[in-house]
């Protein structure tokens, strides 16, 4: 009786632990999985210009850029890139779920995003701003406490705001366009994002404008998996934005997508 069960243990044990060891090797290096495939999956904003946003009936920006690029260096082929429109909200599960392989999104690099995601090197930087009607009475940060401001959820600017003006009456959207279009209906007298998407919408309506207090500088990067299997695409990703750096094309994407004359918006 106690041979049997000593005989069962062992065999429950071995199945127990080849199936984990196949489960491990199951769960495939992205890198490799996306060169199998022959396509990368990157998750980018539809609607936040000029980063990632449609127009013309053509997805486009600065964001898009770099993925294309990213689908050079990694397959060899700018074209080999698939889009999956993410937001605020739902970039991060979109990850996770293995929907996507990665997300270029106009996201910020921060400590609480750092638990669950696993950031490149950073390639563009901005700092939080403030926009307004022209004429308004607001000048500075302070001046929103008691004032309805716009924000858009799950955003470093929603957490920001509270801190500087903590009395701010905050009215949130899911998404960028949402928040604009509650903007251009007067629903509040600002709105506070990156400076670098506000100016893509100041850009399109000159009676606005950008304040020029800045209260944070942020990055955006590159998010991956928090897991090792995105280790080789992280030093793949990484080696890219260090030669994109060093050799200027950073800095000409910025001038394509952020050219000075267009807006009163200044980057730091
Ligand atoms: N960069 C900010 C963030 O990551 C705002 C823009 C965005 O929502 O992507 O929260």
């Excluded at 990694?74 to 890139?81: D, P």
């Excluded at 500087?164 to 009215?171: G, K, N, R």
């Excluded at 928090?226 to 793949?236: D, F, I, T, V």
């Amino acid at each position: 009786m106690c041979k049997k069960f000593l005989l069962f243990l062992i065999i429950t044990s071995v199945f127990v632990l080849t199936g984990c060891t196949k489960k491990q090797q199951e769960k495939e290096d992205t890198l490799s999985a996306i060169k199998k495939r022959g396509e990368l999956v990157v998750g980018v904003k539809y609607d936040s210009k000029p980063f990632g946003f449609v127009e013309n009936g053509k997805l486009q920006g600065y964001d898009i850029d770099i993925a294309h690029l990213m689908a050079k260096r990694i397959l060899g082929n700018e074209r080999l890139v698939r889009f999956v429109e993410v937001n605020a909200s739902n970039r991060i599960s979109k990850l996770n779920s293995g929907e996507v392989d990665m997300i270029i999104a106009t996201m910020t690099i921060n400590p609480k995003r750092m638990e669950v995601v696993d950031f490149s090197l950073p390639y563009y930087y901005v700092g939080q701003a403030i926009m307004i009607r022209k004429g308004t009475a607001i000048k500075t940060v302070g001046d929103l406490n008691g004032r309805r401001v716009i924000i858009v959820l799950g955003t470093t600017g929603e957490k920001n705001i509270r801190y500087f003006a903590p009395e701010v009456m905050l009215q949130g959207y899911k998404t960028y366009q949402d928040a604009f279009n509650a903007f251009l209906d007067r629903k509040a007298e600002a709105m506070t994002s990156d400076d670098s998407i506000l100016a893509g919408f100041v850009m399109d309506h000159p009676e606005f404008m950008i304040l020029p207090q800045r209260y944070s500088q942020d990055a955006y990067a590159v998010a991956f998996r928090k897991e090792p299997q995105s280790a080789a695409l992280k030093a793949q990703v990484n080696a890219a934005i260090a030669e994109l750096r060093r050799k200027g094309h950073l800095n000409h994407l910025k001038s394509i997508w952020m050219p000075a004359a267009s807006t009163n918006f200044k980057q730091s």
